[in-house]
C-alpha cells in the first residue's frame, strides 16, 4: 500500500504544516514557559504539546487514513496499530533540552515511513529559520528564511579527513572510543536532527549515535538524508529500519556519500 498523494504533494502539505507549528513553539518559546517532567524524566513544555496537536491536525486533514505515532502521544500510551501501511513518525518539538536552554537548535520533525523505510520528511528549526525536506531518491532541498528551496546532496569524504558532527547533549564514551577509530579532522556540535541534516548538505560527513532514540527522532531527517545520497545505518553495517514493535532504535551512523557512490 502507498500513500494516496503523491510523495511531492505531501511534501509541500508537511512544509506547509511544519512552518505552521513552527509559530506555535516560537510563541511559547518567547514567553516564560514551565517545563515539566514526563515518566522517562525527559523535558516537555506547552509548545512540544500545541504544535504536536496542530501537526495531528494538518496531517489527519491532508490524509486521515494514514496513522500517525507522535512523540507526547506516544508517551500518554496513544500509539495506533501502523498495520503494514504508511504511516507517520511525528517529533513535535526534538531538542527540548535545547529549547529549554534557549540556545535555538531545536527542530519540528515529521516523516512518513512506507515498507520500512523513510521516505519523506521534513525538519524545520525555527530560531535559524533553516528547513530541510526530502523525498524519494535526489529529492532533498534546503531553504533559508522565506528563501527559495535549494537542492542539498551529501558528499563523499575529503581526503585529509572526515567531518564529525555530534550531540550537543548526548556524548558518552561509546561514542568517543567510535571517533577514536576514525580519521578525524574537525568535530562540530549541533542539537536535534539537525546533525543528520547537515550530512544531507554536505556540511559534514558522519553522525554517530550510540544513545537510545526513537523512531520519531530519527524518520523525517533519515528521508532527508537517504534524498541526499546519505545513508544510515546500524554498527553492523545493517540497514537501518522502520515499524519496530516497541519504535525504539539500535545505535546507528549517519553518513554521506560513500566513495565510488
Not at 515498507?115 to 526530502?134: H, I, N, Q, S, T
Request: a negative charge.
Amino acid at each position: 500500500m502507498h500513500s494516496t498523494l503523491p510523495l511531492e504533494e505531501m511534501a509541500i502539505a508537511i512544509h506547509d504544516i511544519a512552518m505552521k507549528a513552527a509559530t506555535e513553539i516560537m510563541t511559547v518559546y518567547d514567553s516564560d514557559f514551565d517545563v515539566r517532567e514526563k515518566d522517562d524524566q525527559s523535558p516537555v513544555t506547552e509548545a512540544d504539546e500545541r504544535a504536536e496537536q496542530l501537526i495531528l491536525n494538518g496531517l489527519k486533514h491532508l490524509d486521515p487514513s494514514i496513522p500517525i505515532v507522535a512523540e507526547e502521544s506516544a508517551a500518554k500510551g496513544q500509539i495506533p496499530d501502523v498495520g503494514d501501511g504508511p504511516f507517520w513518525l511525528v517529533d513535535p518539538l526534538d531538542g527540548t533540552k535545547e529549547f529549554v536552554s534557549r540556545n535555538g537548535e531545536f527542530t519540528v520533525n515529521i516523516g512518513l515511513v512506507e515498507g520500512d523505510v523513510p521516505v519523506l520528511g521534513v525538519v524545520y528549526a525555527p530560531v535559524p529559520k533553516r528547513l530541510f525536506l526530502g523525498w524519494g531518491k535526489d529529492q532533498a532541498f534546503s531553504q533559508d528564511d522565506d528563501g527559495p528551496l535549494r537542492p542539498i546532496s551529501a558528499k563523499t569524504p575529503d581526503a585529509d579527513g572526515l567531518v564529525v558532527v555530534a550531540s550537543r547533549s548526548h556524548s558518552n564514551p561509546e561514542t568517543e572510543a567510535y571517533l577514536a577509530a576514525l580519521d578525524v579532522k574537525k568535530i562540530t556540535s549541533a542539537g536535534s536532527s539537525l546533525k543528520f541534516c547537515l550530512v544531507a548538505a554536505g556540511e559534514a560527513d558522519i553522525y554517530p549515535r550510540m544513545g537510545p532514540t526513537n523512531e520519531w527522532d530519527t524518520a523525517a531527517a533519515h528521508a532527508v538524508l537517504n534524498a541526499a545520497g546519505g545513508s544510515v545505518r546500524t554498527l553492523d553495517g545493517e540497514d537501518f529500519l522502520y515499524r519496530k514493535p516497541t519504535f525504539r532504535n539500535p545505535p546507528f551512523v549517519a553518513r554521506g556519500r560513500e566513495v565510488g557512490a
